[in-house]
């Protein structure tokens, strides 16, 4: 079992940058794809980013256009998310997330494990 922990969230201006972190805790972090996801308010909670348990596949949202990368350390049990040319449609609490298998994936049911979440505010 996974326990995940967001940071990183806050205000930044459009044009800024953030760089999200998620902290697992519990064993197998490395046997697990992970990934982020995103609700903004009075939306659904849509798919991000998704990283496979090697780092070496990813897959992305459409409207991430090159802005957000996905990326993990195993050895510190972590996933990241680098976001840069924010705009203020990415205003929206991201999640992290841990899925069954080791293959990235977009479909939120094969997501077993799920962060609080960190609010992330971008300003026109």
């Known amino acids: 079992q996974l326990q995940l922990a967001e940071s990183g969230g806050g205000l930044v201006q459009a044009g800024g940058s953030l760089r999200l972190s998620c902290a697992a805790s519990?064993?197998?972090?490395?046997?697990?794809?992970m990934g982020w996801f995103r609700q903004a308010p009075g939306k659904g909670r849509e798919f991000v980013a998704s990283?496979?348990?090697?780092?070496?596949?990813?897959y992305y949202a459409d409207f991430r256009k090159g802005r957000f990368t996905i990326f993990r350390g195993n050895a510190k049990s972590t996933v990241y998310l680098q976001m840069f040319s924010l705009k203020p449609e990415d205003t929206a609490v991201y999640y992290c997330?841990?899925?069954?298998?080791?293959?990235?994936?977009?479909?939120?049911?094969?997501?077993?494990?799920w962060g609080q979440g960190t609010q992330v505010t971008v300003s026109s």
């Open positions: 997330a841990a899925a069954r298998g080791a293959e990235p994936t977009m479909q939120s049911s094969q997501y077993i494990y």
């Open positions: 990283i496979s348990w090697s780092g070496f596949k990813t």
């Open positions: 519990g064993l197998g972090f490395g046997s697990y794809a």
